[in-house]
């Protein structure tokens, strides 16, 4: 599955045309739509790279998009490396931020890393329970029947817990 990013920036800004200089695959992202738009289609991009280049203040949308999409990696560009904007990216779950100038290079590194630090999806498991009307009636036999029949099949990970 190829990665998608998106790229939030103004409409004359210059990170899609770096994005695609260094052969990355983006779609751009109007920034008076963007957390509209991500939250009606559904699904979260793996990188949103944010230009904050002209931003006063870190935009407290980001903490939000993060803890609405959490697999999500965020890369922000911004003109300086201002303590307080740093510290306002960290407590946000910002994954990369790329200080000016900004070359096609640094930006794929960017990219490249928050990729490279994301999990796989998780699988998911089944739970079994057994629960015996009262003590005596078998339940922790069959439990562990069941677990070593479970076991028995070709590569198939079993955990049996019995809190008694």
Do not use: C, Y
């Amino acid at each position: 599955m190829a990665t998608t990013v998106n790229i939030v920036e103004p409409a004359n800004g210059d990170l899609v045309v770096l994005a695609r200089t260094a052969g990355l695959t983006v779609t751009a992202v109007d920034p008076k739509t963007f957390q509209g738009s991500v939250d009606r289609s559904g699904t979260a991009p793996d990188v949103l790279v944010m230009d904050l280049r002209q931003a006063a203040e870190f935009p407290p949308e980001l903490a939000v998009f993060k803890r609405r999409h959490p697999r999500s990696g965020i890369v922000i560009v911004v003109a300086a490396l201002d303590p307080k904007m740093m510290r306002d990216a960290m407590r946000a779950g910002v994954t990369e931020l790329v200080p000016e100038p900004v070359s096609a290079d640094d930006l794929r590194q960017a990219i490249e890393s928050v990729v490279g630090q994301q999990a796989p999806e998780a699988e998911h498991g089944k739970v079994l329970a057994f629960m015996g009307a009262k003590g005596g009636v078998g339940t922790t036999t069959l439990a562990v029947n069941v677990a070593a029949a479970l076991a028995a099949e070709p590569g198939t990970t079993v955990l049996m817990a019995d809190p008694t």
